[in-house]
Nanobody
Framework: VQLQASGGGLVQAGGSLRLSCAVS????????MGWFRQAPGKEREFVST????????YYADSVKGRFTISRDNAKNTVNLQMNSLKSEDTAVYYC????????????????WGQGTLVTVSS
């Protein structure tokens, strides 16, 4: 299974970005998907996860109300809409796949994407 994340970039505080992750090489609907991030000098942390059908999702407290995860099982993609961005959201964002929901613990993730950098300027 290969995961390809895209959509990162430089944005001003208060702005928005939409990350996408394209999945190939497996049955996409068979995986719960997640987003994690890693800021410089910090450990990778959970951001959000969505179930295989898209019927369930949850978020880290730090992004709740600002970020929205979604998936399109017909297009084999998972997205992360990020609004009201803050400087502390600056990080490399990784998409992740796991055969069981939730995909919320780094140790249990089975597949990782390569990461996409999000930089929020204040």
């Amino acid at each position: 299974v290969q995961l390809q994340a895209s959509g990162g970039g430089l944005v001003q505080a208060g702005g928005s970005l939409r990350l996408s992750c394209a999945v190939s090489g497996g049955t996409f609907s068979g995986y719960a998907m997640g987003w994690f991030r890693q800021a410089p000098g910090k450990e990778r942390e959970f951001v959000s996860t969505i179930s295989r059908t898209g019927g369930s999702a949850y978020y880290a407290d730090s992004v709740k109300g600002r970020f929205t995860i979604s998936r399109d099982n017909a297009k084999n993609t998972v997205n992360l809409q990020m609004n009201s961005l803050k400087s502390e959201d600056t990080a490399v964002y990784y998409c992740a796949a796991r055969s069981s929901y939730p995909a919320a613990l780094t140790a249990l993730v089975q597949y990782w994407g390569q990461g996409t950098l999000v930089t929020v300027s204040s």
